[in-house]
């Protein structure tokens, strides 16, 4: 496949880079990594005139447990000792993205952008051509809830709702300068719009509290394969505890809703309480109680809501030491 | 719109420093390929889904396919071809002996794989050598004889680097006694 025509710039700073995108607007894409991006290129999926390179970017690479650069390299920050030492939920969590080849060239902040997907989308300009596109591509109806004015595609990275339960913020430049907002609040609804970078703006960091350290955190993924696919559900727990007593926790659920899904307000009933198999049990049920998930991805809503409950059991029971924490983030 | 203009990279590739003229869209892969004339490395998905165009640039391994030209200036890319040296590399000659290659598409990608390991860790344990060539898809021999490929190469490496120990050279000829 040959990518549709584009214009490269690589810019060499942060600053460089901001003006690029402030001058081509809704006309460039930033690439990384180019892991997904290019492969929705090739697909001819929003394709732009000008792509605007980051790899040259050496302030956006670097990185250690308190922030890290949105240009590090996935594998690179999946194998660091520190970061094993003292964030292992994260090496965990990297270690189930995508594959050990495109781990190489994949970034973090790639990751967090990845785009959302579904499968009446995801799919090339002659599949997409014969039901007349959708929303996100060239269409102008939802090929999954009919009548729906709003894109309903899904959120799959896997390491914004690891990231979020840990309290991580990102740093933002833009023409205005930069800002920093909670990575909770970085994603917004619907599947086109997606976050809230504006005009111009770039992800430059991520920033991890040192409190996080002290937290006990999981994260669990389903996917069809064991290696190359896709979430289909990621449940990621970080919690505080003392022994089995949940003293604080956080919930996110990756791969059900267009953007990660925080399930906070499904659990606040259980802080305070010991957790044994039977609590655990029922933070899950409560968890998955409610969800709406579509049906837009490799596995059905009804089984995704069900391992929505037993991964979020699975993860309570790991975070306060009931089983042994999953050697790999899967299953 | 007007297509934007080829410009002219340099980059090493096995050893040989080459000039070609890219468009900003051109992948690497295709420049290797219909470029440089450097086969080897294969097509199969163009969706970074199979791993058999994988390379290596500078020292790391990654997908060609997904890899833009452009990126590659001043890289140091090393591709299936870049291994014999004029002899088969022991990958080679164990993926052969091992039964580990038939149709042979995925071979190249699978190799390269194994070979960035191997560069970075000599003795890699099964899991190890599992979880290096999870993103290389073979359809054709199953994988039990590549993870034994690539175990037969690293114990020939190790051996090399001990070249006077014949006798465990030929004990590892007798538990590998597939050559033809
Ligand atoms: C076969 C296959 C399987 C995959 N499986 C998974 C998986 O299991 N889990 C998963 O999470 N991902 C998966 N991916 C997607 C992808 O490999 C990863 O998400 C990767 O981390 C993306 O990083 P990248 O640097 O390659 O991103 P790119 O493709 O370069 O960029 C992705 C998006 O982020 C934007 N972007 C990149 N950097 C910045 C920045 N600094 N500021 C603003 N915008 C930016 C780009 O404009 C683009 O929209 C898979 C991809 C493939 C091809
Ligand atoms: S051709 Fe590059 S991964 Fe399949
Ligand atoms: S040998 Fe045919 S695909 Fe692997």
Same mark, same amino acid.
């Given at each position: 496949m040959i990518l549709p025509p584009f214009t490269l710039h690589e810019p060499k700073t942060v600053d460089e880079a901001v003006a690029l995108k402030t001058k081509f607007g809704k006309d460039a894409d930033f690439v990384a990594g180019g892991t997904d991006l290019l492969c929705n290129y090739k697909y001819e999926i929003n394709a732009k005139p000008h792509v605007i390179s980051l790899g040259t970017v050496t302030e956006l690479k670097s990185f250690d447990t308190t922030r890290i650069g949105a240009g590090a390299l996935l594998d690179d920050v999946m194998t660091d000792s520190g970061m094993r030492r003292d964030l292992p939920v994260i090496p965990a969590a990297i270690g189930v993205i995508s594959s050990h080849l495109l781990?190489? &060239?994949? &970034?973090?902040? !790639?990751?967090?952008?990845?785009?959302?997907?579904?499968?009446?989308?995801?799919?090339?300009?002659f599949w997409r051509d014969s039901i007349s596109g959708c929303l996100k591509s060239e269409g102008d109806a939802c090929r999954v809830v009919w009548g729906a004015k709003e894109c309903v595609a899904v959120y799959s990275g896997d390491l914004a709702p690891v990231l979020i339960t840990l309290g991580a913020s990102v740093t933002i430049?833009?023409?205005?300068?930069?800002?920093?907002? @909670?990575?909770?609040?970085?994603?917004?609804?619907?599947?086109?719009?997606?976050?809230?970078?504006?005009?111009?703006?770039?992800?430059?960091?991520?920033?991890?509290?040192?409190?996080?350290?002290?937290?006990?955190?999981?994260?669990?993924?389903?996917?069809?394969?064991?290696?190359?696919?896709?979430?289909?559900?990621?449940?990621?727990?970080?919690?505080?505890?003392?022994?089995?007593?949940?003293?604080?926790?956080?919930?996110?659920? !990756?791969?059900?809703? &267009?953007? @990660?899904?925080?399930?906070? !307000?499904?659990?606040?009933?259980?802080?305070?309480?010991?957790?044994?198999?039977?609590?655990?049990?029922?933070?899950?049920?409560?968890?998955?109680?409610?969800?709406?998930?579509?049906?837009?991805?490799?596995?059905? @809503?009804?089984?995704?809501?069900?391992?929505?409950?037993?991964?979020?059991?699975?993860?309570?029971?790991?975070?306060?030491?009931k089983r042994a924490v999953a050697e790999t983030a899967s299953r | 719109m007007s297509q934007p203009p080829k410009e002219v990279i340099k980059f090493e590739v096995n050893g040989r420093t080459v000039e070609v003229a890219v468009r900003p869209y051109d992948v690497l892969l295709d420049v290797l390929r219909n470029e440089l004339d450097l086969i080897g490395t294969k097509r199969g998905c163009d969706q970074g889904s199979c791993g058999c165009c994988a390379i290596h640039m500078d020292g790391r391994p990654v997908l060609s396919c997904l890899t833009l030209a452009k990126w590659a200036a001043g890289k140091k890319i090393t591709t299936i071809e870049g291994l014999a040296n004029p002899e088969p590399h022991p990958l080679? $000659? /164990?993926?052969?002996?091992?039964?580990a290659t038939q149709c042979g598409f995925c071979t190249p990608g699978f190799i390269m794989s194994a070979k960035a390991l191997l560069d970075r860790n000599a003795e890699p344990d099964e /899991?190890?050598?599992?979880?290096?060539?999870?993103?290389?898809?073979?359809?054709? $021999?199953?994988?039990?004889?590549?993870?034994? /490929?690539?175990?037969? /190469?690293?114990?020939?490496?190790?051996e090399k680097d001990r070249p006077h120990d014949a006798s465990v050279v030929e004990r590892n000829r007798q538990t590998h006694p597939a050559g033809r």
């Open positions: 781990r190489q &060239t994949g &970034t973090v902040g !790639g990751n967090l952008m990845v785009d959302t997907r579904c499968f009446w989308f995801n799919q090339s300009k430049a833009g023409p205005k300068g930069r800002r920093v907002v @909670p990575l909770g609040e970085f994603y917004e609804h619907d599947g086109i719009k997606r976050h809230v970078l504006g005009e111009g703006e770039l992800l430059v960091e991520i920033r991890i509290p040192t409190e996080a350290r002290t937290w006990k955190a999981s994260y669990r993924k389903l996917r069809t394969r064991e290696s190359f696919d896709f979430p289909v559900l990621g449940v990621a727990v970080a919690a505080k505890v003392d022994g089995d007593l949940l003293l604080d926790a956080h919930v996110n659920l !990756g791969a059900v809703h &267009t953007t @990660p899904l925080s399930r906070d !307000g499904a659990i606040s009933q259980f802080i305070g309480k010991r957790i044994d198999e039977a609590t655990a049990s029922e933070i899950g049920e409560a968890v998955a109680d409610g969800l709406v998930i579509h049906n837009n991805t490799a596995m059905t @809503p009804a089984y995704r809501r069900k391992m929505v409950a037993v991964f979020t059991k699975r993860c309570f029971l790991d975070v306060t030491g | 080679q $000659t /164990a993926f052969e002996t091992c039964g /899991a190890t050598i599992k979880e290096h060539i999870s993103g290389n898809v073979c359809r054709c $021999t199953g994988y039990l004889q590549i993870v034994e /490929a690539v175990q037969k /190469a690293s114990e020939e490496l190790l």
